[in-house]
């Protein structure tokens, strides 16, 4: 085959020989590089969730030290309940962005690369999207539930320290405060909106309406 062949010419596929060769090369190269990343993503959210979990002993001291307080005192330092919910906010929106980056990522590698490397060689390959969607191997609700445990880290204590400031501080908290705790429950519905929405058990969705062609 002659090695100028263009590679926006669906016809001549699958290459063969050198062209083959380089092309997969190429491919495998980039999925690699590709794969590293998605596995810097994942380091990324465990360390996230590891920092959540730290701050969970820091939290109980705090709020046993605010409970322990004299009943005319307490209502004062039942503030510092508050700042809890915006640290663990955060937490859930960097959890969120290192979940949307590894779903972006295998969406090229499933509906991007994938096809281009199946065209070039000629067989339907990197499956593992498509296995994830159809294997009865696991409960898929169980899975998805499973998965969605996670973000208790980031829920749980936001919704505790919520709960237990309008416990302590009551109705009477001031114009401040109060805006305070509405801002950290609006962040709270927030982060339990991205436990829903972003899905990663859910695998990467394929995208039938790519045409080869315009991928080559």
């Not at 063969?16 to 993503?41: C, F, K, M, N, P």
Request: charged residues 20%; contains cysteine; neutral net charge.
């Amino acid at each position: 085959m002659n090695s100028s062949t263009s590679l926006g010419s669906a016809s001549k596929f699958p290459l063969q020989g050198d062209e083959l060769t380089a092309a997969t090369s190429a491919l495998v190269a980039e999925y690699a590089s590709l794969r590293e990343e998605i596995g810097r993503h994942q380091h990324h959210q465990k360390e996230i969730m590891q920092f959540g979990y730290a701050i969970l002993p820091v939290a109980a001291v705090i709020a046993v030290a605010i409970v322990g307080q004299s009943p005319d005192r307490l209502r004062a330092y039942a503030y510092g309940l508050l700042v809890f919910p915006l640290i663990y906010g955060v937490l859930a929106a960097l959890f969120t962005d290192r979940t949307f980056r590894l779903m972006w990522v295998g969406d090229y590698l499933h509906n991007h690369l994938r096809p281009r490397m199946s065209t070039i060689v000629g067989l339907n390959i990197w499956l593992w999207e498509d296995y994830r969607r159809r294997s009865r191997l696991f409960n898929r609700t169980a899975v998805t539930l499973l998965d969605r445990t996670r973000w208790l880290v980031f829920l749980g204590p936001s919704f505790g320290c919520i709960l237990a400031f309008v416990i302590i501080a009551g109705r009477d908290i001031g114009l401040w405060l109060a805006l305070w705790l509405v801002g950290d429950f609006f962040i709270l519905v927030l982060s339990i909106w991205a436990m829903f929405f972003v899905n990663e058990a859910g695998g990467v969705p394929d995208r039938s309406d790519l045409r080869l062609q315009d991928l080559i």
